[in-house]
């Protein structure tokens, strides 16, 4: 087995293994967990907190799944706030 071919397997391999969610988030859930986290966010730093009320809008995502070996993988689902409000 060649190289290349060894690496694309593992790669494969690597990202089947990756926990899968049984159904997809809502939009109501996705929109809470993102305003939860940026709450805990400016709560724990206030520089943070000063530059998200500066900003025209901040990109939440609150959970990311991580995982690879060789190669990486990554999911996640956020939103996009703007004065509070989620815009997508």
Do not use: W
Request: charged share 10%; hydrophobic share 50%.
């Amino acid at each position: 087995m060649g190289l290349g071919l060894a690496t694309s397997v593992l790669a494969l391999c690597a990202t089947a293994s990756l926990p899968s969610s049984g159904r997809a988030a809502s939009a109501a859930e996705i929109n809470q967990s993102a305003k939860a986290a940026l709450r805990s966010l400016y709560a724990n730093n206030p520089a943070a907190e000063l530059v998200g009320k500066r900003a025209k809008a901040v990109l939440v995502f609150p959970s990311i799944i991580k995982g690879g070996f060789i190669v990486g993988a990554q999911h996640g689902d956020g939103a996009l706030l703007s004065g509070g409000s989620r815009l997508l």
